[in-house]
């Protein structure tokens, strides 16, 4: 039979609708207390039959009022025709999450009180749950022969059931979920390294890509088969000789070497920093790559054949596995290799690593078993040193003791003023006199020792609290190691040489930020926005050290020409200032009779002249040595007034 519902039951509907939660439940009550015109037999429902679920999947169609509408998700799940199905998907997700966000207390609420008037909630919606059958509830039963159960309602109840099925909306659930932006979790490190990678191939590689620097030509003649070896000092070690042999026996492009430097460090990059992800997150992690790879000497470094780089990456995962490998017996063997590559790259520099990482395993109970590791990866990566020490100085004592002298002496000495000079260019700061160099973007190098004990500070405080701190203490106690022969001990600088200090201290000082960012969205945002003016202005000193390394290499270059113009040609020698970079460029043997590179004595210099094309090199307009006063002179265009000096060509009268 039909029930008519009166003014008075719409009236009572829009209250519950506007009331909503606790109120509804009380409308809905109300609503069936109201006297409604019905017709004289009696509305019957008859029960499903049993085992048929009532609410849920299975659950019979709920009696909705047609013309009326679920919401935007029913509308976009109804809409067939479009030819996106993907874009429909994202569209109804996106609606539906919305909508349950913004409505979420007033749904529980209403799911509540609907729940309370006996509607039960499913995942295929809303459905009336059948009534309790209580005395004085309003409704009659039978039940028939065959077992099955008629109940008898009145119009007044059937009202109220429909309305309460037509309103209660869907509480979320499993699915329902509110949907989210689902990116690649923990790919921060990857993408700091390609950009990397792209800083060094647009914006260093085309400026160095012809010429080597004049340490450069020292480590690559040791392997490069088509020119002779420079003069080998006493504080090199044979590390990136090794690295770019392989480069080399294949071809004799700087080009190509350059390329595959920046491949290199790149991988080194990653891999380095990719040991603390488990240690710090990846967040954290990324920010500390983003900090030390935005810098411009580690841009600069990467491409170029020099020792540092390679030293500050090798810090940074031997640190990190060290701090692994109480939990992780592989890193074990893994510290012992980083360990020795750093060694086989700088020997002062791994023992400096290496002191802060042994007394930590002699103090630390859990890290003792590392100290085997450690002591081996040192020994292997220094054998090749000491050989050499032994064959060509004497021994290990007499080699650092040449070693010193060659770097000026090895004495106790304030060297802040020059690091902090030396910060912008040039790239060697021998002796520190110039000009200080955009002095206002030399602010993070004050501001970084501050923020690492702020760092130290917020690591014993949590360390009260049972946390761990030695993921901060060790970083900073080999950062501080690594640094003490270049603050305390030399009398010149150069940006270099605090590579390694700055890739660790890079660690701490990003797990601060994050922690401090993360709880606060505008904090977040500031720490954005100076971390993103750091690399922007880290550009125009990149820019102009890049300008002012190809412009002095260059020169070299125009020198070697012209020296082949007249006639020096491999086999040849060349004596004197820039000898070593001019003389690996034009194919020649170079030597020195005084300074820091002295390897051999006038008379010597001469029996060598009466048996290849010789020349001595000067800068300056400076007058040629007293062994070469008789020999041609001729003056290097291009060159800013350097002059060579060329001997009597050999077997010709002198």
Known sequence: MTAHV????????????????????????????????VAPVPVTAVAPPAGTPTA???????????????????????????????????????????????????????????????????????????????????????KTGAGTETETKTGAETVAENRTARTAPLPPGPATAPWRPRFPQGRG??????????????????????VLGWDETVYVSQVDPRTPAAFFSAPRSRGISVLVSPVLAVTGSVLALRIALALLSTAALY???????????????????L?????????????????????????????????RAPREPNARWWLAACLAGVALMRVPDAA????????????????????????????????????????????????????????????????????????????????????????ELTLWWLALPLLALAALAVAL????????????????????????????????????????????LALPVGGLLTRAARPRPALAVMVGCLVALQLVAQYPVLHRMTAQVASLDQRYRVAADDLNALGLRAPCLLVGSHAQPVGYDAGCASAATKGNNRNTTPSSVLRRAERMPTAVL?????????????????PLPGTDGWTAWLAPAPGTSR
Request: hydrophobic content about 45%.
């Open 189 to 210: 490190l990857e993408a700091v390294s390609l950009l990397y990678l792209l800083v060094q191939l647009t914006l260093v590689v085309p400026h160095l890509a012809h």
């Open 352 to 439: 400096w690593l290496g002191l802060p990482l042994l007394a930590t395993a002699g103090c630390v109970r859990s890290h003792r078993r590392t100290l085997p590791y450690l002591l081996g990866g040192l020994a292997v990566g220094a054998t090749q040193w000491t050989v050499e020490a032994y064959s060509r100085f004497g021994g290990v004592p007499q080699r650092l003791h040449v070693s010193g002298a060659t770097e000026g002496g090895m004495h106790p000495h304030l060297n802040f003023y020059n690091a902090w000079r030396s910060l912008n260019g040039p790239e060697l700061c021998r002796p520190c006199s110039g000009p200080v160099h955009h002095p």
């Open 56 to 142: 849920g999947p299975g659950a019979p169609p709920t009696r909705v009022r047609p013309g009326r509408r679920r919401g935007w998700a029913g509308t976009l799940r109804r809409w067939r025709p479009t030819p996106w199905p993907a874009l429909r998907a994202t569209a109804e997700q996106t609606f539906r999450a919305t909508l349950l966000t913004a409505f979420r207390p007033t749904l529980l609420t209403v799911a509540t009180a609907g729940a309370a008037a006996g509607v039960a909630v499913g995942p295929s919606g809303p459905t009336t749950a059948a009534p309790a059958h209580a005395p004085g509830a309003g409704s009659t039963g039978t």
């Open 618 to 634: 000067t800068s300056d307009a400076r007058r040629p040595p007293h062994y070469a006063r008789d020999w041609t002179r001729h």
């Open 461 to 504: 405080r949590e360390r009260r609290t049972g946390s761990p701190a030695d993921r901060t203490l060790v970083p900073l106690a080999v950062a501080v190691c690594l640094s003490v022969p270049y603050l305390f001990l030399l009398s010149y600088s150069a940006p270099r040489f605090l590579l390694p200090a700055y890739a660790l």
């Open 291 to 323: 900090v030390f790879s935005g810098l411009w000497i580690a841009q600069i470094s990467g491409p170029e054949a020099m020792p540092n780089l390679w030293v500050a990456l090798g810090a940074v995962a031997a640190t990190g596995l060290f701090l």
């Open 271 to 289: 891999a380095a920093y990719r040991v603390w992800r488990p240690l710090l997150g990846p967040v954290p992690t990324a920010l500390a790559a």
């Open 6 to 37: 009166t003014d008075e039951d719409t009236a009572a509907d829009t209250a519950a609708t506007a009331a909503g939660g606790a109120a509804r439940a009380a409308s809905t009550a109300t609503t069936a207390a109201i006297p409604v015109t």
